[in-house]
């Protein structure tokens, strides 16, 4: 871990362009507070790679040991800081539709979502029975280990929004995941995927650590969406605070 945070939106499946507005960014249509350009904003201007860049060791952690055993005992700590989760709270009151169905993965005691946003469905997946029970956004909750089986349980575009705050960089299967998440998805449906600089070093893929960067860890999340196929205008919203 760093002092310095910085807190990053990855958003695919969308349709329009990003434009400069002055509360920030327009990304795919949806306003985005506090969102800036900086080099992790920027990396999705560069070409994508011809072929699938990443080999089955960048994808190996240091601890390849199962995942559920590390949360066996549930951790109601926050994963963020502060300032942080505070703009991912606000960039998901803009993006969450109001009354929509929503499915957050690698879900914890916390989604990070507004208590005040209303929705008829949120789904919850994550590695620990009672963090999930004590989300208070939840309708429903699965426990899963998408490392195991990175299959989701739901069907085919269920879903107006699937988030993932604070654990893409767990992924060892992130095609898998992310082909997964495109078919729940409704047509024109938003993939955001929400990270920082914080991590459990020896449980992140390796690549994420080589090199430990923001522009770095945004180019490797683009690629998820790139080479998992059906995402359109895949972008990135620097949210980070102020300062930071």
Not at 203 to 218: G, M, N, Q, R
Not at 219 to 242: K, L, Q, R
């Amino acid at each position: 871990q760093t002092e310095r945070e910085e807190e990053v939106t990855m958003r695919g499946c969308a349709r329009l362009a990003t434009v400069s507005t002055a509360a920030g960014l327009m990304l795919s249509g949806v306003e985005v507070p506090r969102a800036k350009q900086s080099a992790a904003s920027r990396v999705v201007e560069r070409p994508f790679a011809a072929e699938w860049p990443y080999s089955r060791e960048d994808l190996i952690p240091a601890d390849a040991s199962n995942d559920q055993l590390f949360y066996v005992v549930p951790k109601f700590v926050q994963h963020a800081a502060e300032a942080s989760r505070a703009a991912l709270t606000e960039y998901y009151a803009r993006a969450l539709p109001e009354n929509g169905a929503v499915l957050d993965l690698c879900s914890s005691w916390t989604s990070h979502f507004p208590r005040e946003k209303r929705l008829a469905r949120c789904a919850v997946l994550g590695l620990n029975p009672l963090e999930l029970l004590a989300n208070p956004s939840k309708t429903e909750w699965t426990v899963r280990n998408l490392n195991r089986d990175p299959t989701l349980p739901y069907g085919d575009a269920q879903f107006d929004c699937v988030t993932n705050a604070l654990s893409v960089d767990y992924l060892t299967d992130p095609l898998a995941v992310f082909r997964e998440i495109r078919r729940v998805l409704k047509p024109s449906g938003l993939a955001a995927m929400a990270f920082t600089n914080r991590c459990f070093p020896t449980k992140v893929v390796p690549i994420w650590l080589t090199p430990f960067t923001e522009d770095s860890h945004a180019a490797i999340v683009a690629n998820y969406f790139h080479f998992a196929g059906g995402f359109t205008d895949i972008s990135v919203a620097d949210i980070s605070p102020d300062g930071w």
